[in-house]
């Protein structure tokens, strides 16, 4: 890893200022990582230079917890709420071991986790106590799930502080479990109760893999409109290879990624390059034409 290096600024704008966490990287022995620099700026609107902390070099682990709780630092602590309101979402494992799958704790409800090992819980207080994102996600599931009527969420009567995903089908009363949930339905449901969960539980950026993995081509809409829906409460980033899902986003909405040099580099679509391209021409079809890079052949 000689040489190797890597670096972070992230920039967050508040009512009061703008909030800079930046963070470099250096190769050290048996291929770890060690801080060069970390820093936390605050800049107030309406003045010209910023306040800073910094926790200083060589540390293997981020040091801005350990700043507030020593110090008490406001710009640290402003930093540190706002790193926490970024999550990373991560649905892929929907095997027979897949958290998702098993029973959870009633009350691990605070927040969706990032392989929605509680979606069960998380269901269960929509349910009770925001009906309208409930009735909502319910309705998501009827529309891209054919089998799917309602949901089955209560307590194990033998455990009473569990819970496990349990639905019924359409014109049955038989209780399914999540077993008896196909890998994208799993997934589909995932996905939902995550955008459309009340603007007060969503972080204040949502970050997720391939979110169409598994899903059926029509689901991809459906799911284009819950995005944009939480868009409107958070920033969300997807990173996506299909061209059906970019098909439902605006070429604003988009950055191209591409490897440079050992790099990767973000660029926005370029409005003089989708201006060549007749008007029936998707944006997935340019992309699969490779017009905007973001493929295989760079």
């Not at 290096?5 to 048996?30: K, M, P, V």
């Not at 609107?45 to 700043?67: F, L, R």
């Not at 069960?120 to 994102?133: D, G, I, N, V």
């Amino acid at each position: 890893m000689l040489g190797v290096h890597a670096e972070l600024e992230l920039t967050f704008s508040t009512d009061t200022g703008s909030t800079r966490y930046i963070a470099n990287w250096a190769a050290a022995a048996q291929d770890s990582l060690i801080f060069k620099d970390e820093r936390i700026e605050f800049l107030r609107t309406g003045q010209n230079h910023p306040q800073d902390k910094s926790p200083g070099a060589g540390h293997t682990e981020s040091k801005v917890s350990e700043i507030v709780q020593s110090a008490g630092d406001q710009t640290a602590r402003i930093a540190l709420q706002l790193l926490r309101g970024c999550r990373l979402f991560h649905f892929h494992d929907t095997s027979a071991e897949a958290e998702s799958r098993h029973y959870c704790p009633v009350e691990m409800n605070r927040f969706l986790l990032p392989n929605a090992g509680n979606l069960a819980a998380m269901l269960y207080l929509f349910e009770k106590q925001h009906p309208t994102t409930f009735r909502r996600i319910t309705s998501a599931a009827n529309q891209m799930i054919p089998a799917f009527h309602s949901f089955l969420l209560e307590p194990s009567r033998l455990n009473n502080s569990q819970i496990m995903l349990r639905w019924f089908q359409v014109g049955s009363d038989y209780e399914f479990g999540p077993h008896q949930l196909s890998d994208g339905s799993i997934r589909f449901l995932a996905l939902a109760a995550l955008f459309l969960q009340p603007p007060d539980f969503m972080p204040l950026l949502i970050a997720i893999d391939e979110p169409e993995l598994g899903l059926h081509p029509a689901a991809l809409e459906v799911l284009a409109g819950m995005v944009k829906s939480a868009s409107k409460h958070c920033q969300v980033i997807l990173a996506t290879q299909s061209s059906t899902l970019l098909d439902h986003f605006d070429a604003d909405d988009i950055l191209v990624a591409n490897s440079n040099e050992g790099a990767t580099t973000f660029n926005r679509l370029s409005e003089t390059q989708l201006d060549e391209w007749p008007d029936e021409y998707s944006l997935g079809e340019i992309r699969e034409k490779n017009v905007v890079g973001g493929g295989p052949y760079g």
